[in-house]
């Protein structure tokens, strides 16, 4: 290529927009299909769908309901054990020591961190605690809990406050110290200071943290409540859906164990998606702080 | 040539030592530093990068104790950050993200006591009308632009009617189009109330267009290099204009050639 071809200007180019009116389309609808694909709840609804097909397969192929009951034999019991067996009393009975346990918990938490942000020798003790006992599983307490308070609720409710704290201390603390440094000084410019100011600027600065604090915390709270009943059965009166799951087992009522589980993981469900999903929705997205 | 003379200083600034820690360092930002704003001022800390122009400002937002000197705000000292010096900052996360722009204007209203919550809310949305934003004082924050949420910032600190409005290079992070503009809205919104400002800037030619009264300051550590009054704001005369950029450019980088001049030498 020589220098004169090289050096050609090119030509200046000038669009002509036209008018809106004279494009096909400017705004419509989606079509039924987009709209639908558009909604993750009916998505996810999918999958589950798609779990269930293929465990009713599996258990059909298999054939042997001791080892691996069909979908149809699970919510058989399911629905027998709720209206018979007493399930619902007995996941009342864990859900309300659950919530016990959450509140009291939550309660320790708030105290810890509002601690920890306002001195720092309350800093200094979170975060060393919060690097002793997080790692420790809280069922690995069960022992000594039952040797201190004895077989009951109040070794149940122990557990859970040990589940639930240090998660939901350990998102709550991070998410106060990752608070902009603008948002704090315009905090402190309102003349906000210790109570106001860690409610009107810190929580909902942090509340995307503090939210999957409790998700975390709550999802653990479960699982230990579970491990504890299954290990030391019935607390008191009829006792938990651990033992529901750990008596039948023992009459190896199969299809029974699997709707107990099944309502574990029904009741996780619903939590997940209802509860925590609806209060993220009006918060934390709303605000634009998470997507 | 300032345009507005009051009768006692508004804010008097003398012999400030600003020193602050970093994890391995003490520094010295700025070293006896005295100047004084006048009620109606708009005046203007300059300087380029590191001459403690900030550090200053967050003094006197209350944020950092002089290690020398004092800063008084009507005769008063300055204890800790108050209402009383609206903040406007640099960043455009200074807006609370969980309030549309009506409650974050309002929100402080109220909380400081000022006013009650309804009137806080009518007076919000006065000055969000002032700014031009009446519709989208609905919206939260995240849904607004740059411009448009420093322009809330500096609704929500005019509408608590300061003694002193402090902003921290608040159109830095602007491009050049919306800073120009946001310059105009600001005169516009001074000739308005008649509001102090204290403005700090790195910027000659936004610090001739915005300021009274313009303070040079040097860096490392920053001391006072000259205070100068700027232009009347009528004043389009670009020779005159010019005339004075190339006076503060001579002031504050003559150091710098020489310094570099030196080993030469």
Redesign the interface.
Known sequence: MDETTKWTPRPEIYGSPVASESFGVVEKPLSLWEWISGIPGLRKSLVLVGLAIIWELYARYLNNSLLFPSLGDTFGALVAGIVSGGLLIKIWASIRVLLIGYAVGMALAAAMTVLAITTRVGADILETLTAMFNPLPAIALLPLALIWFGLGEASLVFVLVHSVLWAVTLNTHSGFRNV?L??R??G?????RGF?YVC??LI??A?ANILSGMKIGWAFAWRTLIAAELVFGVSSGSGGLGWFIYERKNMLDIPSVFAGLLAVILIGLIVENLIFRTLEKY?VQ????QV | MAELVGGAPLLEVTGVTLRYKTARHLITATYKVSFQVLSGDRFILLGPSGCGKSTLLKAVGGYLAPTEGSIRLRGREIRGPGPDRMMVFQEFDQLLPWKTICENVAFPLWKSGKCGRREAREKAMEYIDKVNLSQFAGNYPHTLSGGMKQRVAIARGMAMEPDILLMDEPFAALDALTRRKMQDELLRLWEDTRFTVLFVTHSIPEAIRIGSRILLLSPHPGQVKAELNSLRLDCDDGVLRKGLEDRINDLLFVDRVEETEAPHG
């Open positions: 902009s603008t948002l000084m315009v402190r410019n309102y003349g906000l106001s009107s600027i909902p600065a509340l918060t709303r605000w634009g702080m």
